[in-house]
């Protein structure tokens, strides 16, 4: 299947649910009514567990005590946080069977290379929600990809596994999971610098904004070994030199050791697939 077919094939696409839609369309007004919101929120039941379980991530509150409530969790927020974190909760929702996915082990994986993100973010001093949101959205691709085609044989190995996956898809497909997610993440009308940093993960040097898209490679390299368990000499002969030194990342054992991050355990993915 030609990707322009793929992108006009609305029914692979999962639409923003209606009842997003209504908490979108509040918090876009020029005066959202917080106490709407989280009315609003209340009545989704799903998402509002995702959207504590985001909220209390490393991302949010670290050492902190942990939000239990929609309520607590807005005023934390404040709105424009509030929107995207609406958006990327939503995601987990959207995407549900697909064939031959494992979906908790997915979003586990998932959120470990958005919780790297972000760590990442917060060194280069850029937007820490933009960074850890992109690294959750980063597979999303790959899950419209394997709804379209669930026998390719180029979808076929495990995603958080495979480290030869996007040049398979190229060299099966002309085009692989990064242009499909950002797609995806434009449809659902995620801020552009997400969608650019999904777009160009693989390839990061093709990208305006350089930096957000070499740090989602770096945080999905380092997911994947962690992951491959890949240790020693091996560990230090995969690393992408090239894509951290064009970015001035110096501290490069930070992401090859085994506590890069608290790894997602897979209780807290479960409940967010």
């Given at each position: 299947m030609k990707l322009q077919d793929l992108l006009a094939?609305?029914?692979?696409?999962?639409?923003?649910?209606?009842?997003v839609n209504r908490i979108l369309g509040e918090l876009q007004k020029d005066e959202p009514d917080l106490r709407r919101v989280n009315q609003l929120l209340s009545g989704e039941v799903g998402l509002t567990v995702r959207i504590l379980r985001l909220v209390n991530s490393a991302?949010?509150?670290?050492?902190?005590?942990?939000v239990?409530?929609?309520?607590?969790?807005?005023?934390?927020?404040?709105?424009?946080?509030?929107?995207?974190?609406?958006q990327a909760a939503a995601v987990g929702g959207a995407f549900k069977?697909?064939?031959?996915?494992?979906?908790?082990?997915?979003?586990r994986h998932s959120l470990?290379?958005?919780?790297?993100?972000?760590?990442?973010?917060?060194?280069?001093?850029?937007?820490?929600?933009?960074?850890?949101t992109a690294g959750l959205l980063h597979g999303t691709g790959d899950l419209v990809l394997k709804m379209a085609m669930p026998g390719r044989a180029s979808l076929q190995p495990g995603f958080a596994t495979d480290d030869n996956r996007y040049e398979a898809q190229i060299a099966d497909l002309?085009?692989?999971?990064?242009?499909?997610?950002?797609?995806?993440?434009s449809r659902w009308l995620f801020p552009e610098a997400i969608v650019e940093a999904i777009r160009f993960q693989c390839d990061p040097q093709d990208s305006e904004d350089q930096t957000l898209a070499s740090l989602l490679y770096l945080s999905c390299w380092s997911a994947r070994a962690h992951e491959l368990d890949i240790e020693g000499t091996a560990l230090f002969d995969t690393f992408p030199?090239?894509?951290?030194?064009?970015?001035?990342?110096?501290?490069t054992q930070r992401l090859r050791d085994d506590k890069v991050i608290a790894w997602t355990p897979v209780d807290e993915a479960r409940d967010f697939s």
């Open positions: 094939k609305d029914a692979l696409i999962p639409s923003l649910p209606e009842g991302r949010y509150s670290p050492g902190g005590s942990r239990g409530t929609v309520e607590a969790a807005t005023a934390l927020l404040g709105l424009r946080a509030t929107r995207q974190l609406v069977g697909v064939p031959g996915v494992d979906m908790t082990e997915f979003w470990d290379v958005a919780k790297i993100a972000q760590s990442l973010a917060e060194e280069f001093r850029l937007d820490k929600g933009i960074a850890f002309g085009y692989a999971y990064p242009e499909v997610g950002a797609a995806f993440a030199h090239g894509v951290a030194e064009a970015i001035g990342l110096t501290d």
